[in-house]
Structure formats: C-alpha cells, structure tokens
C-alpha cells in the first residue's frame, strides 16, 4: 500500500510559477512509475507528466512540454512537478498518482494509488 500526499498548489497570475510535490509513505517511489494528472471542472482527468519505474525516462503531454518539469528526490520519497509560465488553462486539481508498471500511462484508471489532489488556480 503507497499513500500520496500532494501539496504547492495555489493562486498565481499568469505567466508565474509553482512547484507541486507529491510524497509517499509505505514504499519508496523506485518501485513504481509515476504520474501526475490533472482534472478541471467538467472535464475528464489528463495526464500531465510522468517517469517510468526507475525514472530513466520522462514523459509530457503536448500542452505542458516546455513548462513543466518533473522530478523525484528518491532519498526524500519526493516527486516534483516545477510549473513555469502558467496560464489559465492550467487551472485545475492536480494528483499524483503511481502504477505498479514500467511506464507512466497516460490512461488515468491503469494508477494503482492516488493523492487527494491539490488545487491550482492561475488567473488571467
């Protein structure tokens, strides 16, 4: 049993920046692929970065690559998700999430375990 706690979540302007952490407790994150999703009102949950198992490779969708960075702190069983120049269809819940496979899905029902999500709110 993993159980994720996010926080960093906020209000900026557009064009600012936050940094979400997720943390683990039971299992340190080398044994899992981990990903963060984001869901806003009324629309489906969408994966937003990831790492495989390992963290050897990263993955982004199309519309934060560029401005959003993850990484992990193994040490601390710390994931990070470094937002810069935010804009407000970047508002929205944010979760990290972690599966038991090699690859961080994009396919929000194949993750195992999930935070309860912190709220990220950028205005125009």
Known sequence: QVHLEE???G???AGGS???SCTAS???FSNY???WFRQAPGKEREFVAGFTRGGENTYYADSVKGRFIISRDNAKITIFLQMNNLQPEDTAVYYCAATGGYYATRK???YDYWGQGTQVTVSS
Request: avoid cysteine; aromatic fraction near 6%.
């Open 7 to 9: 926080s960093g979540g």
């Open 11 to 13: 209000l900026v302007q």
């Open 18 to 20: 936050l940094r979400l």
């Open 26 to 28: 039971g299992r340190t």
């Open 33 to 35: 692929a981990m990903g």
């Open 108 to 110: 929000f029902d194949e």
